[in-house]
């Protein structure tokens, strides 16, 4: 991988020495490259709606080795977790407490969230930050809607954009639990007057904080255009290779007791009694993203921007099951000296095969008085789901290429738009959007669940269509240069994710969800002071949410709510105190209620703790309930101190107490937590050099002992009344540490 990566970045210095760096500055270039994220996607100072700007500085500052969602959890209502406890490998993330498969993410305007989970999973895409120029987050409904996720937060991200002038980057980050970090970066500037293009190798290696949950990720990055005077062409691509170890788990809270860092899985007993970790318990995946962006400019008012995209995706995650009952593997017991066997100690694969394409357009016109887009999307996804058992104890004809279970899944995804933002009155300007959506998802074939009462596999094969319309309308009034007013009210709709249709009861029959988003703000800006304030009204119909009801074949199940909301404050400032020292803030107020909870078929035992009597299942109306993992307050505060090169920032964040379920049962919850980091770092400049930069981050600098997510793996109750519950948690890291040391040519 470094012979590569050297080979590619002196091909783009050689070629950048040669290019026409003095050419048209001034000209067209850089805005033809910035309108290829697509302006539906972007809200700007005119939008009525609430969102926050990261910039390239930020996310370079803060881009020491950690995945990308704990690089925004400094922005309002941003809560991120990790299942290693250390920001690396698979996290997680929620915004206003609505978890990823509600956020839509986009990459340069094209739709990142999976079409099945609705999920985004950072972990496919290492060191990604790296290869952002910028990154906005619209909290609420947004100002629209292209993918399956958009139902509460968007986040928009536009990768590298056109640099003038030749570059090179090397930089290197160690951590604790031995974590390295490789960047390698190059690109040639504008050559020509009209070509360029850019590149990364990364590679991430890391032992994680919980026992056993090491990653070893790698990817790439590279992008060329054209930039013509009227019309642009530009290639990108990415992808990553991930070897993951699993600990998604989490961990039981009284074995946290005595081993914080305890993992559980691929923990079996060998032929001689002996106590073991199967050392191959990981997930293993290959992503590649393809996009071609093209956009013509007809005049200074009309562009018109095409983009056509294709995302290749496979892998497996690997396990090891103890004592599994061979009948829900489509394998016949086995008969040995002792007896015939119908459970065996087995290894399976669990595979993931799928293919996603489409386009994005958008006609942008923009007059003084006007700016009006008019758009759509339209994007397939295939893919296959299969499982085998690849060794079984005591099993010597196995066949591991055997599929035991195999399914198919087809969904498309179209969508028509029509936005304008129109000045009414001077510095009062109208926001109208709406969108029309329809949606095709057809499944074929088994599942991986057996159903006991039928004696077989799960047969998931079914069909759905959606037509959603989604409206929008909202004023901004922008009473002079420092004072701003917004309103607005949203519609969105959702159809459920895969999991909503597989893991049901055969009585169960999920339906689409719907928000009503409303929100209120006020922006004051200065140059050297600015706050900002945002009330939520976010109103949900039909939420599917867990409800602590297990189906025929063992799964948790969801449930459509009628009635539940999300509402609260944002509220945001920041302060330039001298010319050395600088302060921000942000903290979040809320409340996330389910009314009328019905907690369904909870299992009912006798005082007996072992579970073997079961009595009756029961039902318990609960009324008004907290929204499991949503905290009721969210703050973040950074001291920044900067002289000459030198930059020293105290970052603190707060989260309140998170329920694991919708019941509000304190014994089912995780407490706040305070978490105080440090980060310092140096520019040194040189000769022929642009900077040699250093940069340390302490993170938990006081050693806090916290838990940032978990969930109820199983409750019921006694007949005396009683109530027990199996509960994982996740655990993060205390003090650690990552140093970084970047050159930058």
Not at 173 to 184: A, E, I, P, R, V
Not at 430 to 447: S, T
Not at 688 to 701: A, E, K, M, T, W
Request: hydrophobic share 35%.
């Amino acid at each position: 991988m470094r012979r590569n990566a050297i080979a590619v970045a002196a091909l783009l210095l050689y070629c950048g020495l040669y290019a026409e760096t003095e050419s048209k500055k001034d000209s067209m270039h850089v805005y033809l490259d910035e309108v290829v994220i697509s302006s539906a996607a972007r809200a700007n100072e005119k939008s009525a709606v609430s969102y926050t700007d990261v910039s390239s500085e930020e996310i370079e500052r803060r881009n020491i080795g950690q995945e990308l969602p704990f690089l925004l959890d400094l922005t309002p209502s941003f809560v991120a977790t990790s299942e290693s406890g250390t920001g690396l490998g698979n996290t997680g993330y929620r915004i206003r407490g609505t978890d990823a498969n509600r956020v839509n993410v986009m990459v340069n305007g094209i739709p990142l969230n999976d079409a099945e989970s609705h999920d985004v999973y950072f972990v496919n895409m290492p060191d990604f930050a790296s290869s952002l120029s910028s990154v906005q987050i619209q909290r609420g409904v947004g100002t629209s809607a292209q993918g399956a996720g958009a139902f509460g937060a968007s986040i928009n991200m536009q990768t590298e954009k056109l640099r003038i002038n030749p570059y090179a980057e090397i930089a290197n980050t160690y951590g604790s639990f031995n974590t390295w970090k490789s960047t390698l970066k190059a690109g040639t500037g504008l050559m020509n007057g009209r070509w360029a293009a850019d590149a990364r190798l990364s590679q991430v290696l890391s032992d994680g904080y919980i026992e056993r949950s090491g990653v070893n990720m790698k990817s790439y990055f590279f992008s060329a255009g054209y930039y013509g005077e009227k019309s642009s062409v530009k290639f990108v691509t990415f992808g990553g290779n991930q070897r993951t170890n699993q600990s998604w788990n989490g961990v039981n809270p009284d074995s946290m007791l005595v081993n914080r860092r305890y993992n559980e899985l691929g923990e079996y007993v060998d032929a001689n009694g002996n106590r073991q970790f199967y050392d191959n318990q990981t997930d293993n995946y290959v992503q590649t993203h393809y996009q071609l962006h093209g956009l013509h400019q007809f005049n200074p008012e009309l562009n018109l921007n095409i983009s056509a995209h294709y995302t290749r995706g496979k892998g497996y995650y690997e396990d090891y099951k103890v004592r599994a009952k061979l009948n829900e593997y489509s394998i016949a017991p086995v008969v040995t000296e002792s007896g015939t066997l119908t459970r065996a100690d087995l290894i399976r694969q669990k595979w993931l095969d799928n293919h996603f394409g489409g386009m994005v357009w958008s006609l942008n016109y923009n007059q003084n008085w006007v700016d009006a887009v008019v758009g759509g999307g339209m994007n397939r996804y295939t893919g296959s789901h299969f499982g085998k058992v690849i060794w079984m104890r005591y099993a010597d004809n196995l066949d591991p290429n055997k599929n035991w279970y195999y399914n198919t899944v087809l969904k498309d995804d179209a969508n028509i738009y029509a936005k304008g933002t129109f000045e009414i009155l001077s510095g009062l300007y109208l926001n109208a959007d709406v969108q029309y959506r329809y949606i095709h998802y057809a499944l074929d074939g088994v599942g991986d669940k057996y159903d006991k009462s039928q004696g077989r596999l799960t047969d998931i094969t079914q069909a759905h269509d959606f037509h959603f319309l989604n409206p929008k309308v909202g004023l901004n009034y922008t009473i002079n240069r420092h004072y701003a007013l917004y309103t607005s009210f949203s519609v969105a709709n959702r159809e459920p994710n895969r999991k909503n249709y597989t893991e049901v009861g055969p009585n169960e029959k999920p339906t689409h969800e719907t928000l009503y988003n409303t929100e209120l703000g006020y922006k004051y800006q200065h140059a050297s002071f600015s706050i900002g304030m945002n009330l939520f009204n976010m109103q949900y119909k039909n939420q599917l949410i867990l409800t602590g009801k297990i189906s025929e074949i063992g799964a948790a199940l969801t449930t459509n709510i009628p009635d539940s909301y999300r509402r609260g404050v944002e509220l945001m400032a920041a302060a330039k105190i001298t010319d050395w020292l600088k302060w921000s803030a942000n903290l979040a107020l809320s409340q996330h209620k389910i009314l009328n909870f019905i907690e369904q078929d909870i299992d009912v035992y006798d005082n007996a703790t072992d579970m073997k009597n079961w009595v009756r299942t029961e039902n318990l109306d609960l009324g008004t309930t907290n929204i499991a993992m949503s905290p009721n307050v969210v703050g973040n505060n950074m001291f920044s101190f900067h002289h000459k090169g030198f930059e020293l920032s105290l970052i603190s964040q707060y989260v309140s107490k998170q329920y694991l379920d919708n019941t509000s049962d304190e014994k089912r919850s995780i407490p706040s937590y305070f978490v105080n980091n440090v980060y310092a770092s140096y520019s040194l400049l040189l000769p022929y050099i642009r900077s040699i930069d250093f940069g340390v981050q302490i993170n938990n600098l006081l050693n806090a002992q916290y838990v940032s997510n978990g969930y109820v793996w199983y409750s019921y109750l006694l007949e005396d009344g009683s109530r027990n519950s199996e509960l994982r948690h996740f655990p993060q890291a205390g003090i650690n540490f990552l140093a970084m040391v970047a050159v930058r040519f």
